[in-house]
């Protein structure tokens, strides 16, 4: 089953779940239709939850950036690491909290750096590393430039 919502681009959650009438209009939990529901929240959608949910979760994600080694631990020892991977010189950790949906944060040792990004507790070990190798040269120029 496809479920509705009532959703307003750029926003973090959605307003209401939709059903639909008799009449085939789609309403709110509290009976508010489309129109209705726009006096309150100007540009509010109709969607699927599917099509909120990759918005919203597109919005919570982080890019990489560059953090302490101590900073690395104390997220380690914080809560019960998810897919905690060690392999040769690379680490990687998400925390089992999360951020918004399925975003949480991640954390990245490549050899002496660490990294912090957010994005889906789902991607594997390898995928991580990737990405903060992929934005590791950026971010070590900024930070070099910064000193």
């Known amino acids: 089953m496809t479920y509705q919502v009532f959703y307003v681009p750029g926003q973090a959650w959605a307003q ?3 059903t639909q009438r008799a ?7 509290t009976g508010k239709t489309l129109s209705e529901m726009a006096g309150d929240h100007p540009g509010v959608t109709l969607c699927t939850e599917e ?3 990759d918005q919203i979760e597109a919005l919570t994600k982080r890019a990489p950036i560059l953090i302490s080694a101590e900073r690395f631990m104390e997220a380690l020892e914080c809560l019960p690491p998810v897919n905690w991977v060690r392999e040769g010189s690379t680490q990687s950790f998400k925390m089992s909290e999360r951020i ?3 975003v949480t944060s991640i954390y990245v040792r490549l050899g002496s750096e660490y990294f912090e990004f ?3 507790i789902t991607i594997p070990h390898r995928e991580a590393v990737r990405i903060c190798y992929e934005a590791a040269p950026a971010l070590r120029a900024v930070a070099h430039s910064a000193e």
């Open 16 to 18: 209401s779940y939709a």
């Open 23 to 29: 009449d085939g209009q789609w309403v709110s939990q």
């Open 51 to 53: 099509s909120a949910l």
């Open 100 to 102: 918004n949906g399925r």
């Open 118 to 120: 957010a994005d889906l």
